[in-house]
C-alpha cells in the first residue's frame, strides 16, 4: 500500500525556529542595548558618589591644615554592576586617585607688617618674609574608568578648589564644585599639598592627610613700596577661571569687601597671578598638608622673639624673655638640641620649653650698669664675634642695666629732673602731619642737662612699626627726632637744639623698640628750660605714614647731669588736633 507525505508538523517546527530566533534577537538586543544603558546609569551614579567623596576629601585636608589634627575621608575608586541571569557584565568599572606637581606658590611685593596683629605677630618676622620664598604644592586627581559613561570627567583638587575637568576634543570645560579660599575679605589663607599618592582599582581607598605645618600663626602682611602685593598661584586653571571663583565668592575689586584688582596668566607657564589692592593689611597664613607616602618634615627657617626683655634692668635683677623657632609658613618648630644663647656680662639660664617651637630664657644682670647684649641662635655661636644678628636664625636683644647708686659711671632708670608738661602731647608733625607726635619737655633741675640719647618704645597704633623720614633739610619733619630747645625755631637749629637722623636710605629705618640711639646731635637743656620735641614719621612696615593723633606713645631719653647718665621713660598722649 502506498501511502502520501504528511507536512503537519513542520508548520510547529518553524514556529519553534522562529519564536527561538526571536528570543535570541531579543536577547542580543538588550544586550546590546539595555545593559549598557543601565551600566551607564550606575556609573552616572557612582561618578556622582566620587565627587561628593572628593569634596570630602578636600574639606578634610583643609581641617586637617588648621586643626593639626587628621581628618580622614575615602574615595570609592569603583563600583559594581547588578548581577544578571542571562547577561554578561563588562569587568567592574574602576579609577585612579593619584598626585602631581603643579610648581610653586610664591609672593610679589610683600612686606611683612608683624605688628599689626596684637597675637602671634612678632619682630623679627619681616627679617625673614620680605625676601622672596617659594611654597611648592600638588594637585590631587580623581580619574575613573567606565566602560559606557562617556567624557567622565577627572575630579581635580588643587589650592583650595575642587572642580570637574571634562576633556573634550581640543576643548576642556571646567565646571567647580567647590569656591575658593585662598582669599577671603582681607585673609590669605595659603595651603599646600605634597606627598606621593597613586592607586587603582574599584575598591574604596581611604586618604588620610597629615599636616606638615599646622597653621597656627596668623602674621600681617601689605604691598611695598614697588608695587601692589601679587600671589602667583601654580595652577591647572586659567585666569578666566580663577577670576569666575574670585567673582562668585565676592573677592573682586568692586564686589563688596572684595580686594582683588586684577587675575592675569602668570609670567611662567602654568601660573596664575592675583594682584591685591595696595595700602591693605592682610592676615596671611600657611600650612602644608601630606597626602600619601612621603618623609618631609617641617623645618626650622627662621627666630623670633615672642616676649621680650625689659628695655632696663637693675643690677642684678632677674627677667624672662621668649624666643620662637618657626618654620617657613610662619608656624613653630620644635630645635630644643641646638637652640644657645649668650649675654656680654649677665648670666642666661634656659632653654625651657614652654610649649613646641616656644623657648624661655631668664636673664640676671650683672652687678654694674651698662649696655648688655643678648644673643640667641638655633644655628649658629651666639657669642662668636661674627653672629649676625640679622640674620634669620639669629634674635639679638639689647638691653639697659642700671646701677643703684645716683651719680658715678652707673645708670639711673627714672626719677631724674626732666618731665612732661601736661597736656603737651599732640598728633602732628612736620608742619601738621598726622603721622608725628610732638609734646613738651621740661627740666625741673638746676642744672643743665645735656640730652644724648632717645628711644621709641611702643605706641597704641599697632600698624606703626618704624620711625623714618627722607625729606631731608633741618629741624622738625626733616629729622626722625628734633628737640627744639625753648621752641626758637622748629625748621631753624640753634646751637643748644639736638636731633637723631637715622639716614635716608633703605635699611636705615628705626624699628620701633629697638632701643636707644645716640643723638646725631646732643641738645642741652637748662635749668627751668623746655624744648618741644618733634617724633616724624610713624609708619608701618611698608613705609606708609600713620594717623596716630589720640593714640599713646613711649618713648626714653638718656640724658647727663654732672657726670650721671639717666634714662626716663615717658608715656605721652598725642591728642588729635584736628
Do not use: C
Request: no cysteine.
Amino acid at each position: 500500500m502506498d501511502f502520501g507525505g504528511d507536512d503537519r508538523g513542520v508548520t510547529v517546527q518553524i514556529g519553534a525556529v522562529l519564536l527561538f530566533g526571536f528570543l535570541v534577537v531579543s536577547l542580543s538586543m538588550y544586550q546590546a542595548t539595555v545593559v549598557p544603558q543601565e551600566n551607564e546609569r550606575v556609573e552616572f551614579r557612582h561618578n556622582q558618589r566620587a565627587v561628593s567623596d572628593m569634596q570630602e576629601v578636600r574639606n578634610g585636608i583643609l581641617r586637617t591644615a588648621s586643626t593639626g589634627s587628621s581628618v580622614p575621608a575615602s574615595v570609592e575608586l569603583g563600583t559594581e554592576y547588578p548581577a544578571r541571569a542571562m547577561f554578561v557584565n563588562p569587568s567592574p568599572p574602576g579609577g585612579t586617585l593619584s598626585t602631581s606637581p603643579l610648581g610653586s606658590m610664591s609672593f610679589r611685593n610683600i612686606t611683612a607688617d608683624d605688628t599689626t596683629t596684637a597675637a602671634g605677630d612678632y619682630r623679627d618676622v619681616a627679617d625673614f618674609w620680605n625676601e622672596t620664598h617659594r611654597y611648592p604644592t600638588k594637585s590631587l586627581a580623581y580619574r575613573p574608568s567606565y566602560h559606557e559613561l562617556r567624557n567622565a570627567p577627572t575630579t581635580v583638587y588643587e589650592n583650595g578648589v575642587l572642580y570637574n575637568r571634562f576633556d573634550r576634543g581640543n576643548e576642556t570645560v571646567i565646571l567647580p564644585r567647590t569656591g575658593q579660599t585662598l582669599v577671603s575679605g582681607e585673609r590669605i589663607s595659603v595651603v599646600t599639598l605634597t606627598g606621593n599618592l597613586s592607586r587603582g582599582g574599584s575598591r574604596a581607598l581611604a586618604v588620610d592627610p597629615e599636616v606638615v605645618s599646622q597653621s597656627s600663626r596668623t602674621m600681617s602682611v601689605t604691598n611695598s613700596s614697588t608695587g601692589p602685593l601679587t600671589i602667583v598661584v601654580p595652577t591647572d586653571l586659567s585666569e578666566s577661571d580663577w577670576r569666575k571663583l574670585l567673582r562668585d565668592s565676592g573677592e573682586m575689586h568692586g564686589d563688596g569687601d572684595g580686594h582683588v584688582l586684577a587675575v592675569s596668566e602668570g609670567a611662567s607657564p602654568g601660573t596664575v597671578e592675583l594682584t591685591l589692592e595696595p595700602g591693605v593689611t592682610y592676615q596671611l597664613s600657611a600650612s602644608r598638608v601630606r597626602v600619601g607616602s612621603g618623609s618631609e618634615d617641617s623645618e626650622a627657617a627662621y627666630l623670633t622673639g615672642v616676649g621680650g626683655i625689659d628695655a632696663g634692668l637693675r643690677a642684678g635683677e632677674h627677667a624672662a624673655f621668649v624666643v620662637e623657632v618657626r618654620d617657613k609658613y610662619n608656624n613653630p618648630v620644635s630645635v630644643p638640641s641646638t637652640l644657645n644663647s649668650s649675654a656680654t656680662d649677665g648670666r642666661i639660664r634656659g632653654p625651657f620649653a614652654d610649649e613646641p617651637g616656644r623657648y624661655r630664657f631668664v636673664y640676671e644682670a650683672p652687678e654694674e650698669g651698662g649696655t648688655e647684649t643678648i644673643n640667641v641662635s638655633y644655628l649658629s655661636d651666639p657669642s662668636s664675634p661674627s653672629f649676625d644678628p640679622e640674620r634669620p636664625e639669629n634674635v639679638q636683644y639689647t638691653v639697659r642695666v642700671y646701677s643703684d647708686g645716683s651719680s658715678g659711671d652707673g645708670y639711673v632708670e627714672g626719677d631724674g629732673p626732666l618731665s612732661v608738661v601736661e597736656g603737651s602731647g599732640l598728633g602732628k608733625a612736620n608742619y601738621g602731619s598726622d603721622s608725628g607726635v610732638q609734646f613738651v619737655l621740661r627740666n625741673d633741675g638746676s642744672t643743665a642737662a645735656e640730652i644724648t640719647g632717645v628711644s621709641v618704645d611702643s605706641t597704641t597704633r599697632s600698624s606703626v612699626r618704624q620711625l623714618y623720614e627722607t625729606n631731608g633739610g633741618k629741624g622738625d619733619g626733616q629729622y626722625e627726632v628734633y628737640f627744639d630747645v625753648n621752641d626758637d625755631g622748629q625748621n631753624d637749629p640753634e646751637a643748644n637744639d639736638g636731633w637723631y637722623e637715622a639716614g635716608d636710605d633703605s635699611g636705615d629705618e628705626y624699628a620701633l623698640g629697638s632701643g636707644i640711639e645716640s643723638l646725631t646731635s646732643r641738645a642741652t637743656l637748662g635749668a627751668d628750660e623746655e624744648t618741644t620735641v618733634y617724633f616724624y614719621e610713624f609708619q608701618n612696615n611698608g613705609g606708609h605714614g600713620q594717623d596716630v593723633g589720640d593714640h599713646d606713645v613711649t618713648v626714653t631719653v638718656e640724658y647727663e647731669i654732672d657726670g650721671t647718665t639717666y634714662a626716663e621713660t615717658f608715656t605721652v598722649t598725642a591728642t588729635d588736633p584736628y
